[in-house]
């Protein structure tokens, strides 16, 4: 009976050990995935997503565009105390 009882010991040590490795590589791997999906973004390496295309209609401003940028600044130094010159 004693045989069998150390094979049954050696059995289930093996198995602890198993299954604390196994526990081991699974936390770290949650680790890294959690610390790589919540690091900062850095400039360039991240993806914006969005349904932006580029398609020139903003690369020439039209004069109503002008007038209201002319208009913004003169506000901007308004609001600031500077005198606006075009």
């Known amino acids: 009976m004693a045989v069998q009882m150390e094979f049954v010991y050696i059995f289930f040590t093996l198995l602890f050990i198993l299954m604390a490795a196994w526990m081991y590589n699974r936390v770290k791997s949650n680790r890294d995935r959690y610390i790589e999906e919540n690091s900062p973004a850095i400039a360039g390496n991240d993806s914006i997503k969005g349904s932006i295309e580029n398609d020139g209609r903003y ?18 130094a308004e609001s600031q105390g500077i005198e606006y010159k075009e």
Do not use: R, V
Not at 60 to 76: G, H, T
């Open 59 to 76: 690369d020439e401003p039209n004069s109503e565009d002008l007038e209201q940028m002319e208009k913004l600044l003169e506000d901007a």
